[in-house]
Nanobody
């Protein structure tokens, strides 16, 4: 298990950008695929992006964010990032970071460690 702490959320106007960070502590960070999920009020938690373990060669994105969001990782800092550009009001949600050991997956049930979430609000 790893402990995860997200930061970087906030209020931004539509069309703006934010970068979320997720700092990990505990076991070897590089052995975990890292994902971002989000949950809007009254909706199910949904997949946003995932990056593979080690060098993070592979990434997957939800269709709704493809071309606008970029996931990356810095193993020297035990941190994964989510750069969000061209934000839309429908991106408003609590964003969660999650870790899955040696598993590149988009399914929430496959992630064993979760952060507490950070709120992102996009205004019109």
């Amino acid at each position: 298990q790893v402990q995860l702490v997200e930061s970087g959320g906030g209020l931004v106007q539509a069309g703006g950008s934010l970068r979320l960070s997720c700092a990990a502590s505990g076991r070897t960070f590089s052995s975990y695929a890292m994902g971002w999920f989000r949950q809007a009020p009254g909706k199910e938690r949904e997949f946003v992006a995932v990056i593979s373990w080690s060098e993070g060669i592979m990434q997957r994105y939800a269709d709704s964010v493809k071309g606008r969001f970029t996931i990356s990782r810095d193993n020297s800092k035990n941190t994964v990032y989510l750069l969000m550009n061209s934000l839309k009001p429908e991106d408003t949600a609590v964003y969660y970071c999650a870790a899955a050991e040696y598993t590149l997956t988009t399914m929430a049930r496959d992630f064993g460690s979760w952060g507490q979430g950070t709120q992102v609000t996009v205004s019109t």
